[in-house]
């Protein structure tokens, strides 16, 4: 089947033993005979026409031996087609193609009668054979095993064909002829001489002896010459005694004596059998043969019931076809002209070439009515009679419509061949000659109306059905053709090959294919996988040949007719090479030819080229380039080409692997006498690589090298010609299969040794799909989206912020005991060695950046790791790899920044609070002496005193220790003081003007709502700003985004009950000026940023304040007063206090740190739980929600939040999503009681260790289990130094006691636990959920320069959104009419429309070009025309409601998008963000 003209050679049986036994051997004649009949009629008719291209005979008759009958094998020689040129056409230069069972040809028959010592076959042979090109076209008893004994071939009937090719020196016989070899003895095989004496012109008689009575010979009806020929050992009275019973003369007669050669005796053959031809006017095509055949008993292969009902129905086809231009129009009227204006529609909905001035929107909209209106006036044709019996036919079961196609294909083949081959020979001679585009234009219209094949027919299938989608679902005729994909999809797992692109049209039927592919997904089992391999080149350079040959593929390839557009097989991999290759079928494309320079003149031919090259490259696993050396004009067009595609491949991630294929190079030394062309063409490479790159802005590839994986040395591969000599008469050569064959095994090679992953069948479906789509716009990587890649992309992003969200948790773990290790140093539950706050602070700080250090090589280890990974098409992301391994690294640095501070500020605070834990401790233990003194005091007066005289006497006492004591209150100025001193360093920069401004007093600042005015602004500002009013409401949105951030920052400091640090006022200040760094396109001026800094400063000052009060000496001391009081008076009364004090320690210490312990790491539980929520796992994810949730609740109002107070808007959803989650789920309280029993466990420890240390006193005791608990929980000193006042207990009772009430604590809790509302809980976090999911989910917060939309990418460096929306949702209005605009800025950006804002100084600017303003931004036009249905649906639905909101006139709606339904935005919407 790979047509190798060595197949017939040294075949032998499997034999063990090493014998070589003649009888071991089989004959070649027995292997060919034993093929055709364990084969079906599809495979003879392939293996008759390969044996025919090699020029090895052919099975004309073939014997049965176990029915000896014998079969006309017509069927099986229909399919070959044979091209020659008699010397009658020699000086025209024209040629005659004709199938060669319809050739009427005479037919010279060679016979054996009894023994012959010559051999007929040999003879034959150099009787065919030219004397510079001897072929064994029949096999004889001298080839290799050709003297093997015939097993089951005698009977064998074989036909070859000499065919002139125009050339008086070379050619044989100047007329065509066809030459059939009876294998065997006539006597033995009577039938098989019978039909040959009555087909045949002459029958030539070869034997050794002569029967003087031979009747076989002398009773023979026949209409042939009989010419014997003898080898002069037959008597010649016998010779002469039949040649006159028979009435041959001489002339009839030829002996080959031995003292006469070989060359002279073929000579003489050679002579007569050219007089026959020349002479004879017995021509008989092979079809006709079948009435001698059915006379003579003899079977026909077409006699099959399927083969005949095929054959009636094909010609029921095609019988009526007399003018192909007038049929196509006819009875195939949906393709043609109403089907390039689709196209033409198509594409310019994409380009907006003829946009003109006109609003996009608006001239979209009529561009779909006028699509509309084209798919209504084909649905207005009834399905022709052809298209119905087309239909019918294909959809009978069984080989009868593989028969049927084949019919087709051939009928169609014969009717349009000649009047091609016509044109074509004129298109080329005008190509050459004529400089008129229009006369060459014409030439290629005709072609394409001339042109008619089952394509036409099932492109018509494929539009009816296209067509019929337009239709009501219900509609009777749309269900009526629901069947139709599949139909094509069973044929195409069969082998026939799917037209991918439409050659005339130039387009992919989209939905057509899509459809069919979704049904061949449905038809073989789940999640096979495929890969591609495609072939690109010039015109008539055989690569449809090269395929056939190398994968056993059809497509067609007779030169009447080349490939237009793209054509797809599906090829079924054996089991043992699936595991090899890791997939279940090949997909081979086969493609049209790129046009060479000289054709180029067409209109389009280039965008053509391109087009057809990018979308077969990107569907490719493997692409073979086919060029020509010797024709470097030719070779830098394709070059160009094809270097393209390879580019915008490389840009969208896809990297196929390529293969030079340098065709017609024979010579064994062309490797190396081709390393100078290599090196030229890599130079070729390298040029055309920089100047695609150039157009389509991707400067940074400078060789094609840097675009794929390319070696000189192994990237080339040498191809010689097909043909070995002169065709017609030229076999295959065997260096051309032999070369294919190599080329094959490293094709496979290259497919084993991917790193990219096969594609599933859907998969490829939407690859397709995307490739096509960003075809139609004019720049192809701007404007590729594909639902792989965005798959790929997210499960990277999802697996990186599982990555990500560890690394935080654990850091949060780690800071939350490093902070209970600060806050309990210099106390007895602390653990360091070091007494030296510093020193622990640095041993904490080296602590953190091992820690650290370690996180980010494990990240970047789990990236190196996800990207070997070859499966999930992980090599389509690879080039966001450096992307993400920065983002790894600047978390590291963010998180470093953000624990060093939260160290800092918690030694800050904790030294602040050793002295005034030193200031409580001394005024604890003085009025606790003051009270034993006054116990004692009562106690000698030994009378029994009231409780309200025991309380007089605490007031009275307590009244003057205060005046003894320091208490007043510690003057919070300083923190007022420090603020200042921080934000005045901070505004050194901005020189003098800060100076003037910072004269305000902060304690005046931030006690209202910061206001930006017209009044505010400076003078400069309003000078390059176009627009006040847009610009103060930008600039009071910056302000409002910056002050919630800080505001939120404050908050939690505040709620945690944090001391002020210095280090949270550098923070506030970072955070201020992060923000205004990342908006510098909202321009501002000092006094903005003093102001704003000032309001925020002075708002957090107070804040801080409150706190610092909170925690002053005196007022700690007035809140335990009472409680004083209340020990006082046990005390007097010599009540037992270790109940009471095991309890208060229980309430008081222990309760608050454990309630704090479990608020610490309670809220990574709930962002943990949120996080395997489908609509929290990505951003991507998040906004798709987000979006679905307001369509599904359709208010106008949500709508205006949404987009007026996006922030807001979300940050409200997620807290909103939170407490619904966990109001349904009991998950918060068992990770409240986890943690709870954690603390238990561990305070149970305590006390148990404790009780066993040899303590003498309840204090020691109590300082015991601190220790142990020191790493986990935090006891409050105040509340420490409130339980130890005239605490006198039992050690001993109250370790009883505490147990008991620790278990009490326990059930107390869980109680807590279970009734305390969830909102609740959520208040008293340390970390809060909410904002964690926001920050991680919104993203960096940069909106669309247009229309407003926020940037929802993930780890980036170029911000983008998923969906833009109208203009008009983000306040755009026309300037005249002062309408909402309707543009959407994914469609602006490939218009020639302008621009101006206050970023262009107010200059019109082309949105073409936006990236010159905005280069952070990077703004695609929609995957689809349907992507931005969504807003255009909202818009539509609310237009009214946002123009009063924005104090504008209602947006003119284009017309189209008053018929978009909610299903489809929603449809949309998962589109837009790939949600399957």
């Known amino acids: 089947m790979m047509v190798n003209v060595t197949a017939r050679n040294g075949i032998h049986t499997d034999d063990q033993s090493g014998s070589t036994d003649i009888d071991d051997l089989l004959n070649p004649l027995d292997i060919i005979t034993a093929l055709f009949l364990c084969s079906d009629g599809f495979l003879q008719q392939e293996m008759a026409l390969k044996m025919s291209m090699c020029q090895f005979s052919v099975p004309l008759l073939l014997p049965n031996c176990d029915t000896k009958q014998c079969t006309l094998m017509l069927w099986a020689m229909r399919d070959i087609v044979k091209k020659y040129r008699p010397h009658s056409l020699s000086e025209s230069k024209g040629f005659i193609e004709d199938r060669i069972v319809l050739s009427e040809l005479p037919m010279i028959s060679f016979v054996r009668l009894g023994e012959c010592s010559l051999s007929k076959s040999e003879i034959l042979n150099k009787l065919l054979s030219n004397s510079q090109q001897y072929h064994d076209t029949f096999v004889h008893r001298n080839m290799e095993c050709?003297?093997?004994?015939?097993?089951?071939?005698?009977?064998?009937?074989?036909?070859?064909?000499?065919?002139?090719?125009?050339?008086?020196?070379?050619?044989?016989?100047?007329?065509?002829?066809?030459?059939?070899?009876?294998?065997?003895?006539?006597?033995?095989?009577?039938?098989?001489?019978?039909?040959?004496?009555?087909?045949?012109?002459?029958?030539?008689?070869?034997?050794?002896?002569?029967?003087?009575?031979?009747?076989?010979?002398?009773?023979?009806?026949?209409?042939?010459?009989?010419?014997?020929?003898?080898?002069?050992?037959?008597?010649?009275?016998?010779?002469?005694?039949?040649?006159?019973?028979?009435?041959?003369?001489?002339?009839?007669?030829?002996?080959?004596?031995?003292?006469?050669?070989?060359?002279?005796?073929?000579?003489?053959?050679?002579?007569?059998?050219?007089?026959?031809?020349?002479?004879?006017?017995?021509?008989?095509?092979?079809?006709?043969?079948?009435?001698?055949?059915?006379?003579?008993?003899?079977?026909?292969?077409?006699?099959?019931?399927?083969?005949?009902?095929?054959?009636?129905?094909?010609?029921?086809?095609?019988?009526?076809?007399?003018?192909?231009?007038?049929?196509?129009?006819?009875?195939?009227?949906?393709?043609?002209?109403?089907?390039?204006?689709?196209?033409?529609?198509?594409?310019?909905?994409?380009?907006?070439?003829?946009?003109?001035?006109?609003?996009?929107?608006?001239?979209?909209?009529?561009?779909?009515?006028?699509?509309?209106?084209?798919?209504?006036?084909?649905?207005?044709?009834?399905?022709?009679?052809?298209?119905?019996?087309?239909?019918?036919?294909?959809?009978?079961?069984?080989?009868?419509?593989?028969?049927?196609?084949?019919?087709?294909?051939?009928?169609?083949?014969?009717?349009?061949?000649?009047?091609?081959?016509?044109?074509?020979?004129?298109?080329?001679?005008?190509?050459?000659?004529?400089?008129?585009?229009?006369?060459?234009?014409?030439?290629?219209?005709?072609?394409?109306?001339?042109?008619?094949?089952?394509?036409?027919?099932?492109?018509?299938?494929?539009?009816?059905?296209?067509?019929?989608?337009?239709?009501?679902?219900?509609?009777?005729?749309?269900?009526?053709?629901?069947?139709?994909?599949?139909?094509?999809?069973?044929?195409?797992?069969?082998?026939?090959?799917?037209?991918?692109?439409?050659?005339?049209?130039?387009?992919?039927?989209?939905?057509?294919?899509?459809?069919?592919?979704?049904?061949?997904?449905?038809?073989?089992?789940?999640?096979?996988?495929?890969?591609?391999?495609?072939?690109?080149?010039?015109?008539?350079?055989?690569?449809?040949?090269?395929?056939?040959?190398?994968?056993?593929?059809?497509?067609?390839?007779?030169?009447?007719?080349?490939?237009?557009?793209?054509?797809?097989?599906?090829?079924?991999?054996?089991?043992?090479?699936?595991?090899?290759?890791?997939?279940?079928?090949?997909?081979?494309?086969?493609?049209?030819?790129?046009?060479?320079?000289?054709?180029?003149?067409?209109?389009?031919?280039?965008?053509?080229?391109?087009?057809?090259?990018?979308?077969?490259?990107?569907l490719s696993d493997v692409t073979i380039v086919n060029i020509a050396m010797e024709n470097s004009a030719e070779m830098k067009d394709i070059l160009q080409t094809v270097v393209h595609a390879f580019l915008r491949m490389k840009e969208v991630g896809k990297k196929p692997k390529c293969l030079f294929v340098h065709r017609n190079v024979s010579d064994v030394s062309a490797h190396e006498k081709n390393s100078r062309d290599r090196k030229l063409l890599l130079e070729q490479l390298n040029e055309m690589t920089q100047a695609a790159a150039k157009m389509e802005k991707k400067e940074e590839n400078k060789s094609f090298t840097d675009v794929m994986e390319y070696s000189p040395d192994t990237g080339n591969w040498y191809i010689p010609g097909l043909w070995n000599g002169n065709p017609p008469m030229a076999p295959v050569s065997a260096g051309y299969s032999e070369a294919v064959y190599e080329l094959k095994k490293n094709i496979i090679q290259l497919l084993r040794n991917c790193e990219s992953s096969a594609n599933e069948i859907l998969e490829f479906k939407e690859w397709m799909t995307s490739l096509w789509n960003a075809v139609k716009h004019e720049n192809f990587i701007f404007s590729f989206r594909n639902s792989l890649v965005a798959d790929a992309y997210m499960r990277l992003c999802t697996e990186f912020n599982k990555w990500e969200w560890e690394f935080k948790k654990e850091m949060h773990t780690w800071v939350t005991n490093a902070e209970t290790r600060i806050s309990n140093f210099g106390t007895v539950a602390a653990k360091s060695e070091s007494s030296d706050m510093r020193e622990f602070l640095t041993c904490l700080k080296s602590e953190a950046s091992i820690k650290l250090s370690t996180w980010e090589t494990k990240l970047l280890e789990n990236l190196t790791q996800y990207f070997r990974q070859t499966g999930r098409h992980v090599y389509l992301v690879e080039g966001y790899k450096k992307e993400f391994s920065n983002s790894a690294k600047s978390l590291q640095k963010e998180m470093e920044r953000s624990v060093i501070n939260q160290l800092t500020a918690a030694a800050e605070i904790a030294q602040e609070m050793t002295e005034t834990d030193k200031i409580k401790e001394n005024h604890i233990k003085e009025i606790e002496n003051a009270v034993w003194g006054l116990i004692n005091d009562c106690w000698k007066k030994d009378v029994q005193m009231e409780e309200t005289e025991l309380e007089n006497e605490f007031h009275k006492m307590w009244s003057e220790m205060l005046k003894k004591l320091s208490c007043s209150e510690e003057q919070a100025i300083q923190i007022f003081t420090s603020i200042s001193s921080y934000l005045r360093e901070n505004l050194k920069h901005t020189g003098d003007v800060s100076d003037e401004l910072l004269e305000k007093e902060l304690g005046d600042c931030g006690s209202v709502p910061f206001r930006y005015t017209a009044e505010t602004q400076s003078r400069k500002v309003r000078h390059e700003v176009s627009n006040i009013q847009d610009y103060i409401v930008a600039v009071q949105k910056l302000a409002d985004s910056i002050i919630d951030v800080c505001t939120q920052f404050v908050s939690e400091k505040v709620k945690r009950k944090k001391n002020y640090s210095d280090i949270y006022i550098q923070e506030i200040l970072h955070i201020t000026d992060e923000n205004l760094q990342n908006n510098r396109d909202v321009q501002t001026d000092t006094e903005f940023e003093v102001s704003l800094k000032q309001h925020i400063c002075g708002f957090a000052a107070r804040e801080f304040k409150k706190v610092h009060e909170e925690k002053d000496p005196y007022t700690c001391l007035m809140k335990n007063k009472e409680k004083f009081c209340d020990d006082f008076k046990t005390v007097f009364n010599k009540e037992d206090l270790c109940q009471k004090k095991a309890e208060e320690f229980t309430n008081q210490c222990l309760k608050p740190a454990v309630e704090d312990f479990v608020s610490h790491s309670l809220g990574t539980n709930i962002i943990d739980e949120m996080r395997t929520c489908e609509q929290f796992s990505t951003r991507n994810s998040f906004q798709y929600s987000v979006l679905l949730d307001l369509l599904s609740k359709d208010e106008p109002e949500n709508y205006l939040s949404y987009i007026c107070s996006y922030k807001d808007y979300v940050k409200t959803w997620i807290l909103n999503k939170i407490l619904e989650h966990f109001s349904t789920v009991s998950t918060v309280f068992k990770f409240e009681d986890q943690h709870l029993q954690s603390c238990i466990r561990s305070i149970n420890d305590a006390i148990n260790k404790a009780k066993t240390e040899k303590s003498d006193d309840l204090k020691t005791f109590v300082e015991d289990i601190q220790k142990e608990l020191g790493d986990k929980l935090v006891i409050s000193r105040d509340a420490l130094g409130a339980f130890m006042f005239l605490n006198n207990a039992d050690k001993q009772q109250f370790a009883d006691w505490l147990t008991v009430s620790v278990n009490d604590l326990e059930e107390d809790l869980r109680k807590e636990f279970k009734t305390l509302n969830f909102e609740m809980k959520l208040q008293r976090l340390h970390v809060q959920p909410q904002n964690e999911l926001f920050n991680k989910l919104i993203g960096c917060g940069k909106q669309c320069p247009f229309c407003k939309a926020s940037c929802d990418a993930e780890v980036h460096t170029e911000h983008s959104v998923s969906l833009h929306r109208p203009q008009g949702l983000g306040r755009y209005t026309w300037n005249v009419t002062n309408k909402l605009v309707t543009d959407i800025c994914s469609s602006s950006v490939i218009s020639d429309h302008c621009f101006r804002c206050s970023a262009t100084n107010g200059q019109w600017h082309s949105y073409k070009d936006y990236k010159e303003i905005y280069p952070d931004w990077k703004i695609p036009p929609d995957g689809s025309l349907e992507a931005s249905d969504y807003w255009k649906y909202v818009m539509a639905k609310y237009n009214k409601d946002f123009a009063r909101e924005y104090k504008a006139k209602p947006a003119d709606i284009p017309e189209t998008w008053n018929y978009i339904t909610k299903e489809q935005a929603e449809k949309s919407l998962k589109e837009s963000f790939n949600i399957k």
């Open 146 to 618: 050709g003297d093997s004994p015939r097993r089951i071939s005698s009977g064998l009937t074989e036909i070859s064909w000499y065919l002139p090719g125009g050339n008086t020196n070379i050619d044989v016989f100047s007329q065509p002829v066809a030459v059939a070899n009876l294998r065997g003895d006539i006597a033995l095989f009577k039938t098989q001489y019978s039909f040959l004496c009555q087909t045949s012109a002459a029958v030539f008689v070869f034997f050794d002896h002569l029967d003087s009575d031979c009747s076989l010979l002398i009773n023979q009806h026949h209409k042939a010459q009989i010419f014997l020929v003898g080898n002069g050992e037959s008597s010649n009275e016998d010779l002469r005694s039949v040649a006159n019973k028979m009435g041959l003369s001489n002339s009839n007669i030829i002996t080959k004596t031995k003292q006469r050669n070989d060359a002279d005796f073929v000579q003489t053959l050679r002579k007569t059998v050219r007089d026959v031809v020349e002479n004879s006017k017995m021509k008989m095509k092979i079809e006709q043969m079948v009435d001698i055949a059915h006379e003579l008993g003899i079977l026909v292969d077409e006699d099959s019931p399927e083969c005949q009902t095929a054959k009636k129905n094909a010609e029921a086809i095609t019988a009526e076809i007399q003018d192909i231009l007038k049929y196509k129009e006819d009875q195939l009227p949906r393709q043609g002209e109403i089907w390039k204006e689709l196209t033409c529609l198509e594409k310019e909905e994409f380009r907006l070439r003829n946009l003109g001035s006109e609003n996009i929107e608006d001239y979209r909209s009529e561009l779909q009515i006028q699509k509309k209106e084209l798919r209504i006036k084909q649905n207005s044709y009834d399905t022709s009679t052809a298209m119905t019996c087309f239909i019918n036919a294909i959809s009978n079961p069984g080989t009868e419509r593989f028969y049927f196609l084949k019919w087709m294909q051939m009928n169609l083949d014969n009717l349009s061949c000649i009047k091609l081959s016509k044109l074509r020979e004129k298109y080329k001679e005008k190509c050459k000659y004529s400089e008129n585009k229009e006369e060459i234009k014409e030439i290629d219209k005709q072609i394409s109306n001339s042109s008619l094949g089952t394509e036409h027919f099932f492109r018509e299938m494929g539009q009816i059905y296209e067509a019929s989608l337009s239709l009501p679902q219900t509609d009777p005729s749309r269900q009526q053709l629901q069947h139709l994909p599949k139909l094509c999809a069973e044929l195409l797992l069969d082998g026939f090959p799917l037209e991918l692109v439409d050659g005339d049209a130039s387009n992919i039927p989209l939905r057509w294919v899509s459809d069919v592919l979704s049904e061949l997904s449905d038809l073989v089992s789940p999640n096979r996988k495929i890969l591609v391999v495609t072939v690109l080149g010039v015109q008539n350079t055989g690569k449809s040949t090269l395929l056939n040959t190398m994968f056993g593929v059809q497509f067609a390839v007779s030169s009447g007719r080349c490939t237009r557009g793209a054509f797809m097989s599906f090829i079924k991999i054996n089991e043992d090479f699936k595991k090899v290759l890791d997939c279940d079928f090949m997909v081979i494309i086969d493609t049209e030819g790129l046009k060479s320079p000289e054709l180029a003149q067409l209109d389009n031919s280039h965008e053509h080229d391109n087009e057809l090259a990018t979308l077969v490259v990107g």
